[in-house]
């Protein structure tokens, strides 16, 4: 929680208009030290990339270059350059675009569960859309804006425009130029099309801004079809007409809205409102023509809160193993059986593909950060041990996905696919799981999901390349490939092997459903006849059943039908839905990612980048300046933002491993000067700061405090190393740091009879476990943070002590779900020789800062939601949860006194009624809320709790 101090009217448009800030700066993380960096530049863009990874880079460089042209076409604007940051090390697949400073950040590992197009072509339509749609906006009284403050001021230029549009603008953009595109996923319309054929009628505001009582689809899903709709009905240019007329409308509030109505007759609301009456008529009309599947059966209830359950894996015919997830309970593996009685397994981290049974195991990969880098992390088979409950990690700095297991083998198969970008299947002996042979795809191929066809070595492979989407055979003894089924444009997924069929997932009727490739003639059938969707099909010999997670407007339900061929209906695979206003989209474009082929081979010419000359890149000025606490403060409740007249030069490179600052400020009557560097690149980060003046310096002696002839001047320095320990079960965290502040407000000397200035030493170690949260999690359920600090002053030991101490915080369920206790219990002792120390650690809540020689004190908070209203009032303020936060604390301080060791009894308790919601329609939450606080022996008073997350 963020205590402001004096906050200008600017600085709150400068907040307000900061969706990409976040803390400072938006940093995507770093990559691991000690890489060498190259460059390519293009006609449009920088790239900027490792250097093993140069054969991917250009084919990125090549795809972009040409996209250039095309990308913005439909908003009527060329792009500036900008750079482009590869980052071949994560498999959490992403990309991003900001302006502060304006890049490009891309990651190449493609997810594990692919669309029907290559990651690179989707990745580079969609993220190039959004540098598109940024710098249009650059206009007008926003380009004044760039001209005085920089690039920062691209929040001031997003400021009327809904996330929603640049998302479902950039999804648009992504089908519109391709034959894939989320918008030809019927995955990615399912929740909508429940929602709409069961009547649902949400607020506008509910719909952009999610809600902690219903589950709402992002704003991807609801962009897209106000986008692709007003495309389809006003035209290819009604998008460019809008933005112009927003940014020439800047000060007409809302600007966008009021844009939108000008060029069609409709507010936001209003399109919103027109666009699901189409969805929802076309929707009916193909409802009625389903049939309805009445040979299915359930295994789990429709729950009244939104509740799913993925992944089934049968253990018998009466018990099964399931991922189940709701907007109350983390993500968790639990048992089930045929009663729909369950047994709660394990939570887990970021498990990729599904679950899979191996001789009494459960096996998944799992999604896990390195230690140190944001951009670096692997894929790691981890497996679930039925009988002791016991995780075992068994592959180290993998990665591999969507394993394959055969009961009659001694090895298993896995899909991976290396930073450089090739593609193979990796075999693994199960018992030691050392890779014993590697098959790599196809040329341009990607291999995305196994299967075992039998056990002679005959592998099923789905297969996305440039045509699409395919099912290959494999035959791991000869490398053989064969054609199972031929690329087409169209989603698949889940593949698994039953009998002589192939089966697998896809929304080929635009719904997903369950299919099965006969392997002998090749012939497709229907499975499944879901109302909106069928996934994750898993077949029980025992009972000669399959089972599935089938989509409901409550989320997914375990279901399950008999297995009978005879009753599959024959579908021409050749001929797949066609989404309407996808279609209509790619008309109204000249250019189709597919119908173009990347080059391989030396396309541009690349050199070194050397970071140590691209250390600094001032992007960005601020018209006043803005303080922050330069220690790392392990309290978040205490970071205290200071504003003060001035102004400020902001800098950070390309690479995100350097953010420096500059500053000047002026208050109570004392100009200063300010400055501060933050590196990342190393192991440890190192975080200086100076300034000078301000004030003069303090002269201290006991018991009396006078003004020095100099002007202040304070140098820090912080060296702390961020470790990131997750395991699958919780997130995990250590950090040590050492600080030292060197200032010169003065204390007498007696030895020396002269005033010394003071240099403090910090030492902190902190370790922490979470468990993972929910949604409507306030605290963790479980967990603890455990903090030990020392604080010295090693150059004057004469007139200092030292302080040690530890805060240990403690975190379990309270009486209901999603009410959460927290326990904190706090220790300093001071040696105290002439002069005190400040606190290492926060008082209890309601007292003024004291000395101590010693402090001891326990806290409990119990938080617990009040209420979810999702109220509006109009489009100012949208109120989604209000929240109740009982405390109190109670301890001991001690201190010498005039006749010795004075101790005083501390007792404080309390509330914070706290509400959570967003302004205008943003899409970053607010917090604000009131602390009443009633300390021993005081009056009652109250604080004012503010937070904003970027």
């Known amino acids: 929680m963020k205590r402001i101090r004096l906050l200008f009217p600017l600085v709150f448009l400068f907040i307000l208009s900061a969706n990409t800030l976040s803390g400072q700066y938006v940093s995507y993380g770093t990559d691991a030290w000690g890489q060498r960096w190259q460059q390519i530049t293009t006609p449009h863009f920088k790239f900027i990339y490792p250097k093993p990874i140069d054969s991917l880079a250009q084919q990125y460089a090549w795809l972009l270059d040409t996209i250039y042209a095309h990308g913005s076409k439909s908003i009527g604007h060329t792009s500036i350059r900008i750079p482009v940051v590869l980052h071949p090390d994560n498999v959490y697949s992403n990309g991003m675009v900001t302006w502060a400073p304006s890049r490009m950040e891309l990651i190449t590992t493609p997810p594990a569960e692919g669309y029907s197009q290559p990651w690179s072509k989707h990745l580079s339509l969609h993220e190039f859309r959004h540098v598109a749609q940024i710098d249009k906006l650059n206009k007008g009284f926003t380009r004044i804006a760039y001209y005085l403050f920089g690039e920062h001021t691209s929040g001031l230029w997003l400021l009327p425009i809904p996330k929603w549009f640049l998302e479902g603008d950039a999804v648009a953009t992504e089908t519109a130029l391709s034959s894939s595109g989320r918008g030809r996923d019927a995955k990615f319309h399912m929740a909508y099309r429940a929602y709409l054929l069961s009547d649902i009628d949400w607020t506008y505001d509910r719909w952009i801004n999610g809600s902690y009582k219903h589950n709402v689809p992002n704003i991807y899903h609801f962009g897209y079809e106000n986008v692709a709709y007003a495309r389809y009905k006003y035209g290819v240019d009604i998008w460019d007409k809008v933005l112009d007329e927003s940014a020439r409308s ?39 023509l389903l049939k309805n599947d009445t040979s299915l059966g359930y295994l789990t209830p429709e729950d009244d809160d939104y509740t799913s359950y993925r992944s089934i894996v049968p253990l018998s015919g009466t018990t099964f193993i399931a991922i189940k997830e709701s907007m109350s309970r983390a993500s968790g593996m639990i048992m089930v059986n045929d009663e729909g009685k369950e047994e709660q397994l394990i939570n887990h981290g970021a498990i990729n593909g599904r679950i899979t049974r191996y001789r009494g195991k459960i096996y998944w990969s799992e999604n896990v950060s390195a230690p140190r880098w944001e951009q670096r992390s692997y894929a790691n088979v981890k497996s679930l041990d039925l009988k002791s409950k016991q995780v075992t990690k068994h592959t180290r700095k993998g990665r591999y996905f969507n394993l394959a297991f055969n009961d009659s083998l001694s090895h298993y198969a896995a899909t991976t696919i290396g930073r450089e970008g090739v593609s193979g299947i990796c075999l693994l002996d199960s018992n030691s799981d050392a890779i014993t042979n590697r098959h790599n795809t196809p040329l341009n191929s990607r291999a995305i999901e196994l299967a075992w066809i039998n056990t002679t070595g005959m592998l099923a492979v789905l297969l996305l390349n440039d045509e699409g989407m395919g099912i290959y055979s494999l035959n791991i003894n000869s490398g053989e490939w064969s054609t199972l089924l031929p690329e087409l444009y169209v989603n698949i997924s889940g593949i698994s092997v039953f009998d002589g069929y192939v089966l697998f997932e896809s929304g080929h009727s635009g719904i997903n459903n369950i299919y099965a490739l006969n392997i002998g003639d090749k012939k497709i059938y229907k499975v499944t006849s879901s109302r909106f969707g069928a996934f994750d099909v898993n077949i029980s010999r025992q009972d000669n059943r399959l089972y599935f997670s089938d989509y409901q407007k409550k989320g997914f339900r375990l279901a399950y039908k008999n297995i009978n061929p005879s009753e599959w209906e024959e579908v021409d695979w050749n001929k797949p839905y066609r989404f309407v206003l996808a279609d209509s989209l790619s008309i109204q474009e000249s250019f189709n990612i597919d119908s173009v082929t990347v080059p391989t081979g030396k396309l541009y010419e690349s050199k070194p980048y050397r970071k140590a000359l691209h250390l600094f890149r001032p992007h960005s000025r601020m018209p006043l300046y803005v303080e922050l606490d330069s220690e790392v403060n392990f309290d978040p409740d205490e970071l205290i933002q200071s504003v003060k007249p001035g102004f400020m030069l902001l800098s950070q490179n390309s690479l995100s491993t350097a953010v420096a600052r500059v500053g000047y400020s002026y208050e109570h009557g004392y100009s200063a000067g300010h400055a501060s560097f933050t590196y990342r690149g190393w192991y440890p980060v190192i975080d200086i700061t100076a300034s000078y003046g301000g004030g003069k310096q303090l002269l201290i002696t006991e018991g009396t405090l006078s003004k020095g002839s100099k002007n202040l001047y304070d140098i820090g320095a912080n060296i702390y ?20 502040k060197h200032n010169n407000d003065s204390y007498y000397v007696p030895s020396e009879d002269d005033y010394q200035s003071q240099t403090r030493l910090d030492l902190f170690l902190q370790h922490y476990t979470y468990s993972r949260s929910s949604v409507r999690d306030i605290y963790p359920r479980w967990g603890y943070r455990v903090l030990f600090a020392h604080r010295s002053m090693p150059f004057d030991t004469e007139n200092f002590g030292s302080t040690y101490g530890g805060r240990l915080t403690v975190y379990t369920p309270g009486l209901f779900i999603n009410h959460g206790l927290k326990l904190s219990g706090t220790f300093q002792q001071q040696n105290v020789k002439r002069y005190y120390m400040s606190n290492v650690f926060s008082r209890p809540r309601g007292y003024n800062d004291f000395v101590s020689k010693e402090m001891k004190f326990f806290s409990a908070d119990y938080a617990f939601p009040i209420a979810y209203p999702d109220f509006n009032i109009g489009s100012l303020l949208y109120f989604k949860r209000f929240r109740l936060n009982l405390f109190t604390d109670i301890g001991q301080n001690s201190y010498y006194g005039r006749e010795g060791v004075v101790t005083t009894n501390l007792f404080s308790y309390g509330l914070d009624i706290i509400a959570d919601y967003h302004i205008m329609r943003k899409e970053f939450p607010f917090m604000t809320g009131i602390r009443l606080i009633k300390p021993r022996n005081n009056n009652l008073s109250a604080e004012i709790l503010f937070n904003v997350t970027f």
Request: glycine share 6%.
């Open 250 to 288: 800047y000060f007409k509030f809302p600007a966008f809205s009021n844009a939108l109505k000008k060029h069609t007759g409709l507010k936001v609301k209003d399109l919103q409102k027109e666009v699901f009456a189409f969805l929802q008529q076309q929707w009916i009309e193909e409802d009625r």
């Open 721 to 740: 190393i961020p470790l990131t320990l997750n395991g699958t079960r919780s997130l995990s965290g250590l950090i040590p740091q050492v600080s030292i």
